[in-house]
């Protein structure tokens, strides 16, 4: 008996190690694999994630030296200084503004859009056109459009007799006009995604829903919504988290005035930084601008797990 | 019949409100000075002369070759990068794989511009203000991509890296010449998306760029709106088409691969 145990756990101790050596070498394949990713992802993004929370607890001189070790001083003058405190109001506003618009919006144009009819792809591709819009180019056009005198929507009021606006002179319109500007850029990727979700429906929910004398409205209602409400989730959580981030137009169509009604956050971190060159203080405001967008994205998907309708 | 007619006049109401600002903008380019200021809708006799002025006032179309070779390394490297970790996720089965697949995609939390001041000056010291690397490189890992590529990935059935791992075709000939073909539309998508996306890249390059050589189509339209628009808004205008024509005419030949990549995010997310 005793030879052949012996016999049994050599044959066990090597395929251990036979497999111990195979897992090792298959981890060093894996890494090699995602080395690139790995290294990028380190270098431009874990890298500076940690340096920006480390910026923000110290006071820096220009380019970034480092001179003292401060606390939370930076963040307590954030929530003190009324620009900041402004800034984050004006964030908030824009994407109650902008997000919300943009959805029934491009939801409406969806559910217009996905009727089978002749040429139907025409007015589909117009509809996601503004997904081919950069924002400078968007931004630019809009400008013109706001522009006091010489533009098209002070003309057409002028004909119907109404007076100018002062769209993006004044403090209490020049959000609005930038929210504008943003809803008109991000339809297109919004129709995108919802017009799949709508496609993905079952066509024989709406065979049986109309033989049982589901009207159109009722059709909308009763399936398209809700089995869509996956969709909708998804679109409303991108563009959220898209409209904290927005930047480019801001800085073409207003430079975050007038008395800074439109200094959005990321602006605001950008002046702070590369204009005022107080890097540390600007490192507090991202850090604020993480947590924002780290707690509405944790808050949504807990809401969305209960109240979406998944297939 | 009644709700055709109403979808249809629906359709085009909301096709013209939503596109009426582009073609504004072409009218508005073909325009003369004095018609842009007596606030015409239509130019009396459209002329090109206001491209003509914008291309050589301004180096646009140096601005226009550098937005096209920025966009394209971009779109180059994340194809590389995202599929080669993508294949990892899929094809090897290493240990830990799992936790670092979820490390990339809490990668996608962090909004990118809570790095741009640190990834600023990492650009500054490496002497990369200015250069198409320093553009560039700080794009070429892309969470998404590698989510969107593992998720077609996946779909690729095991029997053919069985058969090929029996015939004792290597991981890499197999990640070349099997995963890649099979995945031509993902790729697509992918490419198109990066491509866009750093062609609307508009906070990095005002940040690492100072002058003409490199600095890309977005950033020389806010040069020449601070130099001109006070009096050539034409100009401005004809700038502003040459620039959206690129990205809009690959958003028509390639919107079906973006609503694919898209909606794979959308759907399977």
């Known amino acids: 008996m005793e030879p052949n145990i012996a016999v049994e756990s050599r044959k066990d101790l090597t395929a251990k190690t036979y497999r111990k050596r195979r897992e090792r070498k298959l981890f060093w394949t894996g890494m090699l694999y995602l080395s690139p990713a790995l290294f990028f992802l380190v270098v431009f993004l874990f890298y500076p994630m940690f340096k920006t929370l480390y910026f923000s607890f110290f006071q820096t001189a220009g380019a970034g030296i480092v001179q003292g070790f401060v606390g939370f001083d930076h963040y307590t003058r954030l929530f003190q200084s009324e620009l900041f405190l402004g800034s984050l109001k004006s964030t908030f506003l824009f994407v109650l503004y902008t997000v919300p618009t943009g959805i029934v919006i491009a939801l409406a144009l969806a559910v217009i859009a996905s009727e089978k009819l002749r040429g139907i792809g025409f007015f589909r591709i117009v509809f996601s056109s503004s997904l081919g819009i950069s924002v400078a180019a968007g931004a630019t056009i809009w400008l013109f459009f706001f522009h006091p005198t010489l533009g098209v929507l002070n003309n057409i009021l002028g004909l119907l007799g109404i007076g100018s606006i002062k769209w993006l002179t004044s403090s209490s319109w020049a959000l609005v006009s930038v929210a504008i500007t943003t809803i008109w850029m991000n339809i297109g990727f919004n129709f995108i995604i919802l017009l799949g979700g709508i496609q993905n429906i079952s066509e024989e929910l709406y065979e049986s829903a109309k033989m049982d004398g589901a009207g159109y409205w009722r059709q909308l209602f009763s399936i398209t919504l809700p089995l869509l409400s996956p969709t909708l989730f998804f679109v409303s959580v991108v563009t959220l988290i898209n409209s904290f981030q927005t930047f480019g137009q801001i800085d073409i169509l207003t430079g975050g005035g007038p008395s800074n009604s439109t200094n959005l956050i990321v602006y605001s971190i950008y002046r702070e930084a590369f204009y005022n060159g107080r890097f540390g203080y600007a490192s507090a405001q991202a850090i604020v601008l993480f947590l924002i967008i780290l707690v509405f994205t944790i808050v949504q998907f807990k809401v969305g797990e209960k109240r979406v309708h998944y297939q | ?269």
């Open chain 2, 1 to 269: 019949m009644i709700k055709k007619i109403i979808i249809y006049i629906l359709l085009t109401l909301s096709a013209f409100l939503l596109f009426a600002p582009i073609l504004y903008a072409i009218s508005a380019s073909m325009m003369t000075p004095q018609e842009i200021f007596s606030g015409a809708l239509i130019p009396s006799s459209p002329s090109l002369e206001a491209y003509s002025q914008a291309v050589n006032r301004v180096p646009i179309l140096q601005f226009l070759f550098n937005s096209f070779v920025v966009s394209f390394i971009v779109m180059l490297g994340q194809l590389v990068v995202c599929s080669l970790a993508a294949y990892a996720f899929v094809f090897i089965p290493f240990k830990g794989r799992n936790f670092l697949f979820f490390v990339f995609l809490s990668t996608m939390l962090i909004p990118w511009e809570a790095t741009v001041i640190p990834n600023y000056l990492t650009i500054l010291n490496l002497g990369w203000m200015n250069t198409y690397q320093g553009l560039t490189l700080p794009f070429f890992a892309l969470a998404f991509g590698v989510f969107l590529l593992r998720q077609h990935f996946l779909t690729i059935p095991r029997d053919i890296f069985e058969s090929a791992q029996m015939d004792g075709c290597s991981r890499f000939r197999f990640y070349w010449s099997f995963v890649l073909p099979l995945s031509k539309s993902t790729l697509s998508a992918l490419g198109i998306y990066g491509f866009l996306t750093t062609w609307n890249m508009y906070l990095w390059p005002l940040l690492v760029t100072s002058n003409n050589d490199v600095r890309t189509v977005q950033i020389g339209l806010k040069m020449m709106i601070a130099q001109e628009s006070s009096t050539n808004w034409n100009m401005v205008m004809a700038a502003v088409v040459l620039i959206l024509l690129p990205t809009l005419l690959l958003l028509f030949f390639g919107l079906k691969y973006i609503r694919k990549g898209l909606l794979a995010g959308a759907l399977k997310g």
